[in-house]
């Protein structure tokens, strides 16, 4: 199943492109697995997301959880921490 993945901020310029579309294995279920799949895929990835608490998820535009099922996502952005004010 292929998905697209857009990156935000440092996430982006770490990774080193704006979005892509991927394969994901069946194992990838959540936005967890997803955020560790995406930590093997290389140096890049690895280094944009060493720790994974603290990124951000929005599955189809709407902010959600690490444990939030992907199944059926058309679009998954992946962000820095946000701050407000």
């Known amino acids: 199943m292929s998905t697209k993945l857009v990156y935000f901020a440092w996430v982006r310029e770490r990774i080193g492109k704006p979005e892509e579309e991927i394969d994901l294995p069946a194992g990838v279920v959540t936005v967890r697995d997803l955020l560790n799949h995406l930590k093997s895929l290389g140096e890049e990835y690895e280094t ?34 946000m701050t407000g004010g």
Request: charged share 25%.
């Open 48 to 81: 944009a997301l060493q720790y994974p608490e603290v990124i951000r998820v929005a599955i189809d535009q709407e902010h959600v959880e690490h444990d939030e099922p992907i199944a059926g996502a058309r679009e998954i952005g992946i962000f820095p921490p």
